[in-house]
């Protein structure tokens, strides 16, 4: 008996042994993860302690040593510019392959070959968009260049060079988790990195909801509720500058560029907290009598964080700041002669275009009088556990068509039948841009640098020594006639095709403005006397609007005022809503807690910080209101989707027109709803709501606690390697634009001078490994809107307390 029981044993052991050591579907194999071999114990790491270490690796030119200092910042040292860019890509992957790898994958449309089937409508999509097209198209013009060349070639060969060291023991967490390996890093997966950045700045498109506006209202009634510039504007470039140059003639539109269609299209929203401030400060206003620059672009708050802290030091560089893991040169930054910083410019760069088939078998489209071929680009997804799928897309000389008449759209948000013009299908070289900078001294070097730029568009930010600022809403900006994009275009008509491109150095450009100050966040680039079309539609003038207040009445600003200014949380929204909406609210009727609510909004200072009540109240209150103003005239149907007309539209209804139609709910029959009464339903369903959500009025409601910022892995689901309920102030649309799940992904500050300073932070760490006490150690520092100095060496035998160790690596 015992003898049986023993072999019973064994072999449930041999099984169990056998069953958690392969995989299953998409499910990795535990025995592997909990092996403390190869498992995940082997992920734990210590903090860097003083010691010096020696790597031999293959492809360096000559010996480079790497300092690193005490927030595990490498500072790299190298003897030519291949070496340094081959460094940069070794020790980032050191410290992110597995992010580096996962964003470049999810790009390129191959999450299947990780998750499975799960993740095969996703990929779809984005091979269908032409992201791998874009991908090789900017390739191909960063190749053309030898410089852009050897940098890609170099930094790739860097990360290869560390793959090549790892054993499954030692793959970061993530491969051990959804059970795959490292594969080698190439030069077009740095492209996919950039044509990712594109996908999430420069993606955005409300053409058909406002074709199925204008068909619903008419234009007039369009024109007004969607107007081409909002009423109150403090514009980038400020009003009244004058523009320096010949403009070429702009296109002439069609007699009817509007084209039907009863398809479905609810293109990705746009997420306000997604956007970016930066400014400069001219020396007449400082402490020290030189420029300041400030920074802080607002994306997606993600663990492993977006930026990587580097510094890079050659003979011709000596450069710091962030780069994107993935991609070489530093993205914002500073050296001992200048400052840059980027923020979303919003330009409309991606149409669409209703495509005419001959026939069933669409090998022609019709355009411009006459039938052309349609070129097919078969693609190969992979599916983990599953046979890899072949899927034709189409080409028309506009682009991809996204999915046909006949097939289901990934999440009913995209047209069918329409082929897509985009900016990230050009070739580009925008690795020389900031090749370029990271050496610049002067500001026609900034100015060279930026004709090399393409997509996505940002307002780049500059300061400099020499006590020059600037700014410039920089990119490649297609030549299009007048509101050419805000609607479907027909894609018969040659009128309606992009007619070449606003010249680089036409683009808008401000130096040295007599206010003695730069600024941008996100708003409209120009006041209306700038000759080309940029967009119609800009972010909300409200951060844009509170910056330009506070730098106007600054004077002998500093590093610290800087800072404070980036940690602002006045609700400048609020400031301009509730004086009108407040005396509307009609307190007869109201319950006590609703009083008592409507008392704390009354007594609210505007300050959108943790503790805010009021903040909770008027955030979600906003919201409500210009649902039930605009939700009756803008029904939602499933297939003839529209959109609001947004916050500054809102306003300036409330304000100026008291009377309009729109404050009429038209469901409702035989009664007229006044202003006052919408005012005030809104606000008590806003207060009811909250209750049932939060419990009675108090503390719970919070504004923190409300709004619950969250900095996720970007695995879904992964709360343990997650940062979640950040107690942080401010939100969307406030300087400190914080929100649930974007908000300031890196603030910078940098002194201009004869000895430049600097400081920063992100929230997250330089390491991508939760086991690393390098993962999250910034996060408090962020939280409380502190910042760090940047560490910011001379030479390789500078002696400072902060550096902790030492790695040199050599052929």
Known sequence: ????????CLLISI???????????????????????????????A??????????????REEVTVLYDDLHVPHVFAKNDYDAYFAQGYITARDRLWQMEFQTHAAAGRISELIGDRALELDRYNRRLGMTYGAEKSLEGMSQNPVSKSVLEAYSAGINSYIDQLKPATYPIEYKLLGYAPEPWTPIKVAFLLKQMTQTLAAGADDLMMTNVRRHLGPALTANLFPDYPFKEDPIIPAGTKWDFTPLKV?????????????ALNWQPHDPAIGSNNWAVGGQKTANGYPILANDPHLNLSLPSIWYQIQLVTPTMNVYGVSLPGAPGVIIGFNKDVAWGVTNVGADVLDFYKIRFRDNRRLEYWHDGKWKPVRRRVEIIKVKGKPALSDTVLYTHHGPVIYLPDEKPFRNNIPTGYAVRWIAHEADNGIQTFYLLNRAKTYDDYVRALSYYSAPAQNFVFANAAKDIAISPNGRFPLKWHDQGKFLLDGTHPANDWQGWIPAAQNP????????FVSSANQSSTDPTYPYYINWEFETTDRGMRINNRLSGMQKVTIDSM????????????????????????????TEQQKQALKTVQQWNYQQDTASIAGTIFMDWISRLEHDIWADDFPEKDDQPMRFPNSDRTLQLVTEEPNARWFDNVTTKNRTETIGEIVTVSFQ??????AKRHGALGKTWAWADHKGTGIRHLIPGLDAFSALNVQIGGGPRIVNAAGRRAGPSWRMVVQTGPEVSAFGVFPGGQSGNPGSPYYLNMLETWRKGDLYELLYLKSVTEKNPRIKSILTLSH
């Open 563 to 590: 800072r404070r200014l980036q940690n602002d949380v006045f609700n400048h929204q609020a400031s301009k809503f509730l004086p009108v909406l407040l005396p509307r609210v009609q307190e007869t009727g109201l």
């Open 251 to 263: 296109p002439t539109p069609p007699t009817n560029s509007e084209t039907d269609s009863s398809v």
């Open 1 to 8: 008996m015992n003898i049986a029981k023993a072999l019973f």
């Open 47 to 60: 903090a860097d302690a003083a010691s010096e270490e020696k790597s031999s690796v293959k492809g360096t």
């Open 509 to 516: 450009r401000v130096k040295n403005p007599p206010r003695g």
């Open 15 to 45: 099984s169990l042994t056998v069953a958690f050591n392969q995989q299953w579907g998409t499910v990795p194999a535990f025995g592997r993860l909990l092996s403390p071999f190869e498992g995940f114990w082997q992920n734990a790491e």
């Open 685 to 690: 369903a806003t207060v009811d709501s909250l």
